[in-house]
């Protein structure tokens, strides 16, 4: 690539997630309200594109279809957008989704990653795919962390939620609650106090104080209640104090999540998806931002899903997404490192 035809902001890639969920209605709801100090692309359906600004009463003032990310052109009224044709996807029913639009959803992602491993892009934002479409068409992931993980060959990575005064880390995330004690190794936990505590660093500047929660009832209660705390979580938490990090616990959710809320601690390492996920969007249940650490890139998804049962009907709040494309540009803007 060329870097001299690279457009002089950041560009930053948005997948539209599944044609027939509100990703293409929150697209053209946000893009208004990011300001020029990135350029945005959008990546996915064009047909789904128009079609939600229509019924959305959004007027998109245009389309500048560019067939790679680095010929984007900033304008204002225009919105920048690489089409991706998939196969039989035919005409699309808002909320009526099928393996069509899971294929769909992970064409829009291949081609997102292979723009961005190319150089060609900065940052990548993801609209709301459905884990059911993506895998009635053979794609067997159980979301995009699993997909980001396989395409790039990282091992060390995790699932983050972000808004304003909260910032989760999960140590284990799709997975069955049967299946949840398995990953909660020494060695997992530590990775993921070493990610959360490298990625608010890198967006704050300081070194926080996280939170680490235990795995069962009470922390464990020294033992009595399971032996995970004893055996694999607090050799972490010593272990990542000993290396100069400032952690703490294992501590109840309760306890958690109220100190950290009350500013006592600036980010929670929390053991499975239920134990950080239902707490947190409790707090934040309209802005959340989705994290993958330990990516080679940056990127952040909305934290909500496809809301296919609201799918056209003009309703859904773009908040989220103009949340994620805030900070995947705050993440890519010059001095950062990678998270």
Request: glycine letters at 10%; hydrophobic letters at 40%; proline letters at 6%.
């Amino acid at each position: 690539m060329n870097d001299k035809t690279r457009i002089d902001k950041p560009i930053i890639l948005i997948t539209m997630g599944d044609p027939a969920g509100i990703g293409p209605e929150i697209i053209v709801k946000a893009l208004p309200n990011i300001n020029d100090d990135y350029c945005p692309v959008v990546i996915g359906d064009r047909n789904a594109l128009t079609s939600a600004a229509g019924k959305s009463g959004f007027d998109i003032n245009g389309v500048n279809v560019v067939k790679r990310a680095e010929k984007a052109n900033f304008s204002a009224d225009k919105v920048n957008f690489v089409p991706v044709s998939v196969a039989g996807l035919g005409t699309l029913v808002p909320g009526k989704h099928n393996k069509k639009t899971g294929k769909a959803s992970i064409a829009y992602l291949e081609t997102a990653v292979n723009a961005i491993l190319m150089n060609e892009a900065d940052a990548l934002v993801t609209g709301p795919l459905s884990k059911k479409a993506i895998n009635e068409a053979g794609f067997y992931y159980n979301g995009h962390t699993d997909f980001f993980a396989e395409r790039t060959n990282t091992s060390k990575y995790a699932m983050c939620f972000y808004t304003d005064n909260l910032k989760v880390a999960l140590v284990s995330d799709h997975i069955p609650v049967r299946k949840i004690h398995t990953r909660i190794k020494l060695a997992r936990v530590l990775r993921t106090i070493y990610l959360l505590d490298e990625f608010i660093r890198n967006l704050e500047g300081v070194r926080p104080k996280l939170a680490v929660l235990g795995l069962n009832p009470h922390a464990g209660e020294s033992g009595l209640i399971g032996a995970e705390e004893l055996n694999e979580i607090i050799p972490a938490i010593n272990t990542a104090n000993e290396r100069g990090l400032n952690v703490a616990g294992p501590l109840t959710p309760e306890i958690g999540f109220r100190e950290t809320i009350a500013g006592e601690y600036d980010g929670v390492v929390a053991m499975y998806h239920d134990q950080g996920i239902i707490p947190f969007k409790l707090i934040a249940p309209y802005d959340s931002v989705n994290v993958t650490l330990g990516l080679p890139f940056v990127r952040t998804s909305v934290g909500h899903g496809t809301g296919y049962d609201i799918a056209g009907d003009g309703t859904a709040k773009e908040n989220s997404l103009i949340k994620a494309i805030k900070l995947a540009g705050d993440l890519v803007r010059p001095g950062r490192k990678p998270l």
